[in-house]
């Protein structure tokens, strides 16, 4: 899990009668709480017939974000420039779309090798959320301003929020906040002209359509989440030159898969042979892209690295730097 991150789990008070019936007109108009016509009875399928009615609802989902690629590589453009002055990425999110953002965020450092402070992810409900549903979360803008705050965003880090009703209090409160900060923000939803969507500065709404099973928004909702999640996480670290081609060169070899991974990614990259990828990259300390440069330029690894710090990480500017 990515740190910083929210621990506490905020009390919330229980929802008057007047708060349950605005939120039951709220989400009657919503197209994620809508019953799926093609399956009015799940129990009456056969177990063939659910999982083929699952599949071919989730096909759905790439071609709604299809609809939105021109939005969401605008979004990866502005993340990436606040990035390479230094800025964090930050996702936000209740339930579902909150553990996708720690997902996300998680697995960027073994991947590109990023210090876990600069892709975080932050949940309602905090740490015992991510395991066990903390449902009243959800509903605290308070807890959602105080974990943007206790971030001290600045004007170079972007804020993804995440709902896929676009209406969560907790995440609006944390876009609203972000963006008072003068961070970037996102109102990420799978329902149009959403109250998240109006907070932020850029709105992505990819509407996927009812549920397999309605209102369960951890399926094709879930899934569109993951998605573009992958877009924006990887796609802005290929624009920071974390990726060399199309392999994963900024990882480091921490334990047996990733250094067997690292050995292959050298040999792969300058046609060198095994023994002379483990040299190369024991010598580096097991960071590949250096053990790369290292072999491509003949320099010294730690000269390599150095090259490397000079050029900003970007391997093809430090190949041409140690070959002139």
Do not use: W
Not at 112 to 138: C, Y
């Amino acid at each position: 899990m990515s740190s910083p991150e929210n621990t506490e789990t905020t009390e919330t008070t229980e929802p008057t009668a007047t708060t349950i019936d605005s939120v039951r007109a709220e989400i009657g108009t919503l197209v994620t709480e809508a019953a799926n016509p093609k399956y009015p009875d799940l129990a009456a399928l056969s177990t063939q017939e659910l999982v083929a009615g699952m599949n071919s609802e989730d096909a759905l989902v790439p071609a709604a974000i299809e609809k939105q690629q021109e939005t969401i590589a605008t979004i990866i453009e502005e993340i990436a420039a606040r990035m390479s002055r230094g800025g964090r990425l930050i996702y936000v999110g209740a339930g579902t779309p909150g553990r996708m953002g720690i997902l996300d965020a998680s697995e960027c450092p073994p991947t590109f090798g990023t210090d876990p402070s600069l892709v975080v992810g932050v949940i309602a409900g905090g740490r015992a959320a991510v395991n066990q549903a903390v449902e009243n979360a959800e509903d605290s803008e308070e807890a959602g301003a105080a974990d943007m705050a206790a971030l001290t965003l600045r004007a170079n880090d972007s804020v993804v929020g995440m709902a896929a009703s676009g209406r969560t209090p907790y995440v609006i409160a944390a876009i609203k906040a972000a963006r008072a900060q003068g961070a970037y923000t996102v109102g990420f939803s799978c329902n149009t002209n959403s109250l998240l969507g109006a907070a932020a500065d850029t709105a992505l709404e990819i509407e996927v359509g009812p549920e397999f099973l309605s209102g369960s928004t951890r399926l094709k909702s879930g899934t569109c989440q993951k998605l573009v999640l992958n877009m924006i996480s990887t796609i802005t670290m290929v624009r920071l030159g974390k990726t060399y081609k199309n392999v994963m060169v900024d990882l480091r070899a921490t334990n047996a898969k990733l250094h067997a991974r690292s050995e292959r990614t050298l040999m792969r990259v300058t046609g060198c042979d095994a023994a002379t990828a483990t040299a190369a990259l024991t010598a580096a300390g097991g960071h590949v892209k250096a053990a790369i440069l290292a072999i491509m330029t003949g320099l010294p690894a730690e000269q390599a690295a150095t090259l490397l710090a000079e050029n900003a990480g970007f391997l093809p500017a430090a190949i041409d730097a140690g070959t002139e």
